[in-house]
C-alpha cells in the first residue's frame, strides 16, 4: 500500500505508537541516568541538610550547613584561594600558549619535532608532575633556588611562603597545561582564511596590525573555549595541590576542593562537606555558563 492510499487515522495512529516505541528505548539510559547522577545529587542534597557525623546520628538543621558555611572564615578564605589561583592559571596559560601556537604556527626548519616537545607535559600524570616540582621547590635542594643563584637573585621559599605559594603552584599549571591552549589557538589559527591577511599586506600592514585587528578578533572563539576547558580544570584542581602543599602552609593554598576533602575524609563531617559540594557545584556551573555566554556572543561579534 502507497503512501498516498494510507489514511490520516491510521497514519497518526502507526506515529503515535512510534513515538511510544522510542520512548521505551530510552528507558535504559535514563535508568542510568537516574543512577549515576540523579540519585547521588539528590542524595547529596538531603545529606546537606544534617549535622551529620560518621559514627554520630544525624540532626536535621535544614539550612544551618549553609548558613554556617557564610560565616566560616576557613571557607571564605578558601573560595578566595581558589579564584585567586584559577585567574592565575587561566591567564598565563591563555597568553604564553597563544604566543607559542603564533610562533609554531610559521613555517620553520624543526618545526615539527619543537611541536612535539613543547606537548610533552601535557601528557604527564598531575601526581607525577607535582612529586617532580616538589623536588624542584625545595629551598635547599631544589633546582630553582639553584638557578636562581647562576643568576645573582636571592633563594626563595616558593611553596613553603604563604605569599608565594599559590603563584608557586600556578607556575606548575603553566608548565603542564600551556600546550593545551597552544593546541586549541593552533587549530583556531589554520582555520583562518588567508585573504584578509593578503588584502591587508597589499595596503601596508605592520605585523602587530594584522595581529591586532584580523588576528585576534578571529581567534577569539577559541580563546573562549580555552578559556572555559581551563577555569573548569583549574577551579577543581586538587591533585596537584594537594601532592606539593597540602593546601599549606597553614591554609595559605587550600582551596574549596582540599577544604571539600578534608571535612569529608579527615573530620568525617558529611553533612557540612555536602553542603560544599552544593555551593561549589553551583560555583562551577556559574563559571561555566558565564564563559559559554561569552563565547556567544563573540562568535556572533565575529
Known sequence: MSAAVISPALRAGFLLRRRRSYRLLTLPALAVIATVIVFPWAF?????????????????????????????????????????????????????????????????????????????????????????????????????????????????????????????????????????????????????????????????????????????????????VAAVIRTIDAVKAFDTIYVISQGGPGTASETINLYLYLQAFAFYNVGNASAVVVVFFAIIVALALLLLHARERARWAV
Open 44 to 224: 547529596t542534597l538531603y545529606m546537606s541538610a544534617f549535622d551529620w557525623k560518621i559514627g554520630e546520628a544525624a540532626h536535621f538543621v535544614g539550612f544551618g550547613n549553609y548558613a554556617g558555611l557564610a560565616t566560616n572564615q576557613r571557607f571564605l578564605e578558601a573560595i578566595v584561594h581558589t579564584f585567586y589561583f584559577t585567574l592565575l592559571a587561566v591567564v598565563f596559560p591563555l597568553l604564553l600558549g597563544t604566543a607559542a601556537a603564533l610562533v609554531f604556527h610559521r613555517r620553520f626548519r624543526g618545526r615539527g619535532v619543537l611541536r612535539a616537545i613543547f606537548t610533552m607535559p601535557m601528557m604527564a600524570t598531575p601526581v607525577a608532575v607535582a612529586l617532580v616540582w616538589t623536588m624542584m621547590f625545595h629551598p635547599q635542594q631544589g633546582v630553582l633556588n639553584y638557578l636562581l643563584a647562576q643568576v645573582g637573585l636571592p633563594p626563595s621559599l616558593w611553596v613553603y611562603s604563604p605569599t608565594w605559594v599559590i603563584p608557586s603552584l600556578v607556575l606548575v599549571e603553566v608548565w603542564h597545561w600551556t600546550p593545551l591552549v597552544m593546541l586549541i589557538v593552533l587549530g583556531g589559527l589554520a582555520a583562518l582564511p588567508t585573504e584578509p591577511f593578503e588584502s591587508a599586506r597589499i595596503d601596508g600592514a605592520s605585523e602587530w596590525q594584522l595581529f591586532r585587528y584580523i588576528t585576534l578578533p578571529l581567534i577569539v572563539p577559541f580563546l573562549i
